[in-house]
């Protein structure tokens, strides 16, 4: 926190007030025209800042700039653009596979603090303090309740951290370790699974197993979860290789399980049926079978779109908005766009004939 540092954050023109009671603001430097955020802190460990102006963590804000005056300190962090993950959840756009992404890319940032030495503990983390990015990763924000991990600490002396996500050894019952972060993961793991329409429930066992209130019986460290996590989904936990035999069965088949490859064979099979039994007025030999196999393919192209095959919905981003009814819409617009060839086709066959 020397000179320099505070030199540095005076580049720094304030433009808009993020939140006022806590001493939020963005700012632009005025030479670069960089946007960041501007904290100023009285309550604050300052060698936490330090440590990670020196360390950057990949996947955290970084500090470009921090000092200390008057009992208060301010800090210069790199502006993070995205959607605050409690939007998402209150708008229910999560799906299984965002759930497992956004809490590995977690569990890979808590290995970076917990690892460093002395270890960061975050002691903060909810739906607010994360940001997705556009490219649907998590960030981990603010850092104002963390401490730096002592294994001889009986107890904490000061409570920090949210109500409902704090760990119980931050209410006096002991004090915060590694397993503290693996506590509030566990909250949020659930609160996100509350917001999914469907999801393993192997999940639900281990967002139980991060909230126990002795740590002991906690995840050993967030390494360890995250072997969980990938193991819990088959698909993760074997080594994938794009392009194997797997990426390419059709929806239903994906997944393995008995009762949904059933019901997508009878699904298929009356696709099927449908088209080789379907008859066009006038249309005999050749052309007929060309009008039916044309119709199964644009059939196909709506449950391929629809069920995301092959991650065709990656095409139209609508498909991937926040808005449920966006969302729909893209899907739709999609299926339409992948049986307009086909259908197309069809349209000169008729022409033609």
Same mark, same amino acid.
């Given at each position: 926190?020397?000179?320099?540092?505070?030199?540095?954050?005076?580049?720094?023109?304030?433009?808009?007030?993020?939140?006022?009671?806590?001493?939020?603001?963005?700012?632009?430097?005025?030479?670069?025209?960089?946007?960041?955020?501007?904290?100023?802190?009285?309550?604050?460990?300052?060698?936490?800042?330090?440590?990670?102006?020196?360390?950057?963590?990949?996947?955290?804000?970084?500090?470009?700039?921090?000092?200390?005056?008057?009992?208060?300190?301010?800090?210069?962090?790199?502006?993070?653009?995205?959607?605050?993950?409690?939007?998402?959840?209150?708008?229910?756009?999560?799906?299984?596979? @965002? =759930?497992? /992404?956004?809490?590995?890319? *977690?569990?890979?940032? %808590?290995?970076?603090? +917990?690892?460093?030495? !002395?270890?960061?503990?975050?002691?903060?983390?909810?739906?607010?303090?994360?940001?997705?990015?556009?490219?649907?990763?998590?960030?981990?924000?603010?850092?104002?309740?963390?401490?730096?991990?002592?294994?001889?600490?009986?107890?904490?002396?000061?409570?920090?951290?949210?109500?409902?996500?704090?760990?119980?050894?931050?209410?006096?019952?002991?004090?915060?370790?590694?397993?503290? @972060? =693996?506590? /509030?993961?566990?909250?949020? *793991?659930?609160?996100? %699974?509350?917001?999914? +329409?469907?999801?393993? !429930?192997?999940?639900?066992?281990?967002?139980?197993?991060?909230?126990?209130?002795?740590?002991?019986?906690?995840?050993?460290?967030?390494?360890?979860?995250?072997?969980?996590?990938?193991?819990?989904?088959?698909?993760?936990?074997?080594?994938?290789?794009?392009?194997?035999?797997?990426?390419?069965?059709?929806?239903?088949?994906?997944?393995?399980?008995?009762?949904?490859?059933?019901?997508?064979?009878?699904?298929?099979?009356?696709?099927?049926?449908?088209?080789?039994?379907?008859?066009?007025?006038?249309?005999?030999?050749?052309?007929?079978?060309?009008?039916?196999?044309?119709?199964?393919?644009?059939?196909?192209?709506?449950?391929?779109?629809?069920?995301?095959?092959?991650?065709?919905?990656?095409?139209?981003?609508?498909?991937?908005?926040?808005?449920?009814?966006?969302?729909?819409?893209?899907?739709?617009?999609?299926?339409?766009?992948?049986?307009?060839?086909?259908?197309?086709?069809?349209?000169?066959?008729?022409?033609?004939?």
């Amino acid at each position: 926190m020397d000179l320099n540092q505070r030199l540095t954050s005076s580049y720094y023109k304030t433009i808009a007030t993020v939140n006022e009671p806590h001493n939020v603001y963005l700012v632009q430097h005025q030479t670069t025209k960089q946007i960041c955020i501007k904290k100023v802190l009285t309550v604050y460990n300052s060698s936490i800042y330090e440590n990670l102006y020196n360390h950057p963590v990949l996947g955290t804000p970084r500090i470009i700039a921090y000092y200390e005056e008057d009992h208060r300190l301010t800090v210069i962090e790199e502006f993070i653009s995205g959607t605050p993950l409690s939007e998402k959840i209150s708008d229910q756009t999560l799906t299984e596979e @965002d =759930i497992l /992404s956004y809490t590995q890319d *977690l569990c890979l940032i %808590l290995e970076k603090l +917990h690892s460093m030495e !002395p270890p960061i503990i975050h002691r903060d983390i909810k739906p607010s303090n994360i940001i997705i990015t556009p490219y649907n990763h998590a960030v981990l924000l603010d850092f104002n309740a963390a401490k730096q991990y002592r294994a001889t600490a009986e107890e904490d002396t000061v409570l920090l951290g949210t109500q409902g996500y704090a760990a119980p050894e931050q209410y006096g019952f002991g004090a915060s370790s590694p397993q503290t @972060d =693996i506590y /509030s993961l566990g909250v949020l *793991l659930k609160e996100m %699974l509350h917001a999914c +329409h469907t999801y393993s !429930p192997r999940l639900n066992s281990i967002a139980e197993t991060c909230t126990k209130l002795d740590p002991a019986k906690r995840y050993s460290s967030a390494f360890a979860l995250r072997k969980e996590l990938l193991s819990s989904d088959r698909k993760e936990s074997i080594p994938h290789t794009p392009g194997t035999v797997s990426d390419f069965l059709p929806p239903g088949f994906r997944s393995g399980t008995p009762w949904k490859m059933l019901l997508s064979l009878f699904g298929y099979l009356m696709i099927f049926y449908s088209c080789i039994t379907l008859e066009v007025e006038n249309a005999t030999g050749a052309v007929l079978w060309y009008n039916r196999i044309l119709c199964f393919c644009m059939l196909l192209s709506f449950v391929f779109g629809s069920f995301n095959y092959c991650n065709v919905q990656k095409l139209m981003p609508l498909c991937r908005h926040s808005n449920k009814m966006l969302r729909v819409s893209g899907i739709i617009l999609l299926d339409l766009i992948l049986s307009f060839i086909p259908m197309f086709i069809l349209v000169l066959l008729e022409a033609f004939r």
